[in-house]
């Protein structure tokens, strides 16, 4: 089975601080994307990448960069945390541009104090 | 832009009984894919049932099935017989079949299954 993991299951940080989310996954799919979930809003795409250092904004980019340097790994950054990106956040990774069956990680439950 | 909307935050039913959850959207799109995902407090995201918007069988996977209606874009999911386990979050889900390949999704129905 596909394996998508996430580094951290819970992160408290606090406002300002430079948060990383890292995000794994472990059958050399191209596709990996970032969603941010939220009570009544449901997932909302952040960045999603199809190759290694290649990223296309999602709907909510504003406050988040992407890094892809290896295909396997996935990272989210907060460069400035705010009060505001408390959130659950969900990375999840498909095979191919073609192939529309998506593999979720965990989740990483982030609390900016 | 592609938007997906459940308009029931909650539902509650007793074990066994049936339960439909509701799920309409709106596109310009002729061919997409249509996904219902189940979040349990594991936080794992489980793909319930898909269907393709070109083929007009709704689609059936054991005690869950879809009535997709494409002209009036809607997607309901039907548990039969439900069970404690199928407690979960529901989210219904868009996909374009052509370009970028991102998933919409709504707001999510919280469903508990009362024994």
């Known amino acids: 089975d596909v394996k998508v993991t996430q580094s951290s299951r819970y992160l408290v940080k606090r406002t300002g601080e430079k948060v990383f989310l890292e995000c794994v996954q472990d059958?050399?799919?191209?596709?990996m994307f970032w969603y941010r979930q939220d009570p009544g809003l449901g997932l909302r795409l952040i960045y999603f990448s199809y190759d290694v250092k290649m990223k296309e904004k999602g709907d909510i980019p504003e406050g988040y960069s992407v890094s892809r340097e290896k295909k396997e790994r996935f990272s989210l950054i907060l460069e400035s945390a705010s009060t505001n990106q408390t959130s659950m956040y969900l990375c999840?990774?498909?095979?191919?541009?073609?192939?529309?069956?998506?593999?979720f990680g965990s989740g990483t439950q982030l609390s900016v104090l | 832009a592609q938007t997906v909307t459940q308009s029931q935050p909650e539902m509650s039913v007793q074990e066994a009984e049936t339960v439909t959850l509701s799920c309409t959207y709106d596109?310009?799109?002729?061919?997409?894919?249509l996904f219902w995902y189940k979040q349990p407090p594991s936080r794992q995201m489980i793909l319930v049932i898909r269907?393709?918007?070109?083929?007009?069988q709704n689609a059936t996977e054991n005690r869950f099935s879809v009535n997709f209606q494409k002209a009036a874009k809607s997607f309901s999911l039907k548990i039969s017989d439900s069970q404690l386990g199928d407690t979960a979050m529901y989210f219904c889900a868009f996909m374009k079949l052509q370009g970028a390949q991102k998933l919409v999704f709504g707001q999510g129905t919280r469903l508990t299954i009362n024994p």
């Open positions: 269907q393709e918007a070109y083929k007009q």
């Open positions: 059958m050399d799919h191209e596709n």
């Open positions: 999840a990774s498909s095979l191919h541009a073609t192939n529309e069956k998506l593999f």
């Open positions: 596109t310009s799109e002729n061919n997409y894919y």
